[in-house]
């Protein structure tokens, strides 16, 4: 049934980016912004931008770009910063990642060059691999936060927007565990004033943007405003947010075969999957505290998609495993291997092989433009609390805790559309078309 539509408030003025680690993810987004500004690169894997919507029956033909269907902030309007632990403006950061070529950033750098790091919240308890200058100091955890909350403010200020979004694109921190300290506000807030180490930098982030009415994703896997306590902060103060982990390369491709493996009912016997890495995400990742918290994040998809329990003859021997190598030679130009045992009729066994050449912060800018678009949509249509409609960007996408996560992509871009849909009144699309046949 199609809702009456949400009362979407306008978005006038200018939006606000605030990125957590300005490295190789978020200066290629910036640049990648920039070069489509000045008409020198096409925005290719983003589905604000270049992404349609069917509207009514197939014989209809009423299909619209999405950004002429729901009001998002023109490119025009996006203002970027954010904080990072080195004193690198977003150009020298941008050459020091390596992903885009110097011609390129050439034509960008006076853009990239105003954008200069805050400096940030960081422990190195958290990252162990890297040491910066650029840090704030503060007695507890608690001044860290409010010292954030006032880089926001400044932020708007000066730069006169309307509103702020945040994402995460920092590195990954080590594994934690949800303890008391994540239940709820009182225990949390104690934890903030008594530097608890249940509380992550990451997490200080999220508090501060909340705090301040700010939307907030999270690209890594860390726990972050995966918890109790900030989950329903978020609800409280009428504020969006979502995570994971952007799902770029092998868990999206993972996403993308499990479903079809499933749909044919063939069964699998092991999936191993490996690839080398050179960038600075890939040596923070060789800490072994660093990858667990990744790792947790790429075994879940298949379990999910696959559901053992319902079926055990086919996937309730499953060997998953999963390796990230460090090897700096590759940059950021990552190299996976998949090798993936299935069986089919009578149990007679397949392998499928899979060795993606890809790029992952090419991969990765485009998910990251279209969450700060989306989440301001959410923003504006007072959509609070977690955006499960937005799983289709997450390895690990985050719920209502009483629900399993969807893992499988089309399922998720299915669940993203009919969301758009239901924003603006329109029937969701169910795929039934009776009415073709009556
Ligand atoms: N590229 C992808 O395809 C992809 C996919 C999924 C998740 N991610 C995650 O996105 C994040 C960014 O990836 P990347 O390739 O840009 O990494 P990167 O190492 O190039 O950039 C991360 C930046 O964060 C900074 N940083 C670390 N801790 C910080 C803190 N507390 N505050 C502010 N800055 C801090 C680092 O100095 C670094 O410049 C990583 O956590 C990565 O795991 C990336």
Known sequence: MASKGINIEECNGKLGVLVPGLGAVSTTFFAGVFAILKGLAQPVGSLTQMGTIRLGKRTDKNVPA??????????EDLVFGGWDIFTDNCYRAAMNAGVLDERLLNQVKTELESVKPMKAVFDKNYVKKLNGSNVKSGKTKYDLAMQLIEDCQKFKDENKLDRIIMIWCASTEVYIEPTSTHQNLSNFERGLKNNSPDISPSMIYAYAAISSGIPFANGAPNLTVDIPVLTEFAHDKNI????????TGQTWMKTIVAPGLKARLLGLRGWF???ILGNRDGEVLDDPDAFKTKEESKLSVLEYILQPEMYPNLYNDITHKV???????????KEGWDNIDIFGWLGYDMQIKINFLCRDSILAAPIVLDLALFLDL???CKMRGIQEWLSFYFKSPMCAPELYPEHDLFIQLMKLK??????KGEEPITHLGMEYYD
Request: net charge positive; glycine share 2%.
């Open 323 to 333: 390796r990230i190598n460090y090897y700096p030679p590759r940059r950021d130009n």
């Open 66 to 75: 999405i950004k002429d269907f729901v009001p998002l902030v023109r490119l």
């Open 273 to 275: 999957s490996t690839n």
């Open 240 to 247: 969006p947010i979502a995570g994971k982990d952007f799902k």
């Open 378 to 380: 959410a923003k504006r």
């Open 418 to 423: 009919n969301t758009l849909r239901y924003i």
